[in-house]
């Protein structure tokens, strides 16, 4: 997609258009995935959109999630009929159209062991066969996502194959989304914003927001500046409450593991591990494409100044440790767990636990005319964006075109492109295509070109794609890491990664352990430097 590059260079220019005195039409604030899907909604409508955030894109809870695409079961269970539908039809755009490539249909096995007693195992049955319909009047494929059904203590070994045998008496089969990674989700969204013109600024911090714009902080130069707009539509996800006056939070903490190896080498297949005492709370292990696997996921109350990065409670690392392991042949040990992780939830504030709190989306009207837009999933981040856009057009009288989202794909949407060298492609590569889609050749060739102006070794071809430059930049970055050259370049060069941080803990994932993030900060620096050099 043409101009959808983000960098160092268009930040310069575009941020000295966003406050020369000018008065676009939209400032959205905070760019996770709802306000990048904000941003491109309002874009894609003809709409002349600012959007900043104060620190990076993903920074804050979109990057924290489970990674899954949900199809409202839990809500179905709940009897939260229209939250759950919505998550179903949203999951199936997502899945279909928005970002094929960053998804996939990933199985969930609930093993029926004494624990789970044979009437709760009759209801969850009944659940996953509501789940059926509700996947069919979404109008999802059943090819996308596959229907329910019951296994047998056989099939549920073989798709789990560390499972405990043991009074095992069969197994519950569902099915999800799966993202490749948030980040790369958000990431995605806002260069597609950027392609239709919306201006995305990364540290900017607002300092004072109204409804005609908002002061910001440069956190690169700490220049004061002013952005002047007709509507403003507050992302800000749990900090939202600290720019609009009147908005009640009440956090929730959800803590994720990360394992590599151990007690659940091999495993292709998702497990769910009900929550004993907990109705309709389970625990999951999720495998990752990139071997590794995340357990979650916690639901505790959060009270107190709000971080910047959340951290796990050693508590809820324990609760996690043991849950999961109560359904394996060889427990989980706390040895096994190499990262962690934790996001804040932004639930409005009401009674009950906040397991209990819907999930379903609000939008607030600040007397100042500010839309805040709250709550809600990943998984329905476009509903959620295209109800924010909707409110502010109408709220504020702008012009725009109806809404496009439902058939917007994103940057590297639609099929990958063949491998830039002759032959099968690599592993390397057939990363880059599962993480960049159509764009994985220009991932590399983009690399190649980086490289060989720089005159680093593996480039002393005249032509920058000699197969010695493709072999030096899809080379690991590091020991036991799976992330390439060619990939720290284009978070720099065409995603507006400003340093290491941006680079290993959002456009790639290595941060998540630290022996890994170690591994791999000297290439994130000499990224930085190449890139630098050729002024972008």
Not at 178 to 189: G, I, S, Y
Not at 328 to 341: I, N, Q, Y
Not at 497 to 505: F, G, P, S
Request: hydrophobic share 45%; net charge positive.
């Amino acid at each position: 997609m043409e101009n959808s590059a983000l960098n160092g260079a268009r930040r310069r220019k575009e941020l000295a258009e966003a406050t020369d005195g000018r008065v676009v039409d939209l400032l959205v604030v905070g760019l996770g995935a709802t306000g990048a899907g904000v941003a491109l909604d309002a874009a894609s409508r003809g709409l002349d959109v600012v959007s900043v955030d104060a620190h990076d894109l993903a920074f804050g809870t979109s990057r924290w999630s489970s990674k899954l695409v949900h199809g409202g079961l839990r809500y179905l269970a709940s009897g939260q009929f229209r939250v759950a539908h919505e998550c179903a039809v949203e999951r199936g755009i997502l899945m279909s159209r928005t970002a094929p490539h960053l998804t996939q249909s990933l199985p969930m096995v609930l093993p029926l062991l004494p624990a789970t007693s044979t009437a709760d195992s009759a209801r969850m049955t009944a659940v996953l066969m509501a789940g059926n319909a509700l996947r069919a009047s979404s109008g999802t494929p059943r090819d996308l996502v596959p229907r329910a059904r019951r296994l047998s203590a056989a099939e549920t070994t073989a798709m789990v194959p560390g499972v405990r045998r043991r009074d095992l008496r069969g197994g519950l089969l569902s099915w999800e989304g799966q993202l490749e990674d948030d980040a790369r989700l958000v990431v995605a969204l806002a260069r597609t914003a950027a392609a239709y013109g919306a201006r995305v600024l990364t540290r900017l911090r607002v300092t004072d927001l109204h409804g005609d714009g908002a002061l910001v902080r440069d956190g690169l130069t700490g220049a004061v500046l002013s952005i002047r707009a007709r509507a403003v539509v507050n992302c800000a996800g749990v900090w939202a409450g600290g720019l609009v006056p009147g908005v009640r939070l009440r956090p929730s903490r959800g803590t994720h593991l990360v394992l590599r190896g151990g007690s659940l080498d091999g495993m292709t297949s998702a497990v769910v591990v009900p929550v004993p005492g907990r109705r309709d709370q389970g625990v999951f292990a999720l495998p990752q494409p990139g071997g590794m696997v995340y357990v979650g996921v916690t639901d505790e109350a959060f009270d107190g100044p709000l971080p910047d990065v959340p951290v796990p409670a050693e508590g809820e690392i324990d609760f996690l440790v043991a849950v999961m392991g109560k359904v394996l042949d060889s427990p989980l040990r706390r040895d096994d767990v190499v990262g962690a992780f934790a996001g804040l939830r932004p639930l409005l504030a009401s009674a009950g636990s906040t397991g209990d709190l819907s999930r379903r989306h609000a939008l607030l009207s600040a007397p100042s005319g500010v839309v805040t837009v709250l709550g809600g999933k990943l998984t329905t981040y476009r509903k959620m964006a295209e109800d924010a856009v909707d409110a502010a057009v109408r709220q504020r009288g702008l012009t725009a075109g109806p809404c496009r989202t439902r058939n917007l794909a994103v940057v590297g949407a639609g099929g990958p492109h063949g491998p830039v060298i002759d032959g099968p492609p690599p592993l390397p590569f057939q990363r880059l295509v599962r993480r960049y889609g159509t764009e994985a050749s220009r991932v590399v060739a983009s690399a190649c070109t980086l490289l060989h102006a720089a005159g680093s070794p593996g480039s002393r071809s005249p032509d920058p794609m000699d197969p010695s430059a493709v072999a030096a930049v899809l080379a690991p970055v590091g020991d036991c890491v799976d992330v390439t050259l060619a990939e720290l370049l284009w978070g720099v060069s065409h995603e507006g990664a400003l340093d290491t941080d941006d680079l290993l803990e959002r456009r790639t994932r290595l941060a998540l352990v630290d022996a890994d993030r170690v591994a791999a900060e000297p290439a994130a620096r000499r990224a930085l430097a190449m890139c630098a050099a050729g002024s972008l």
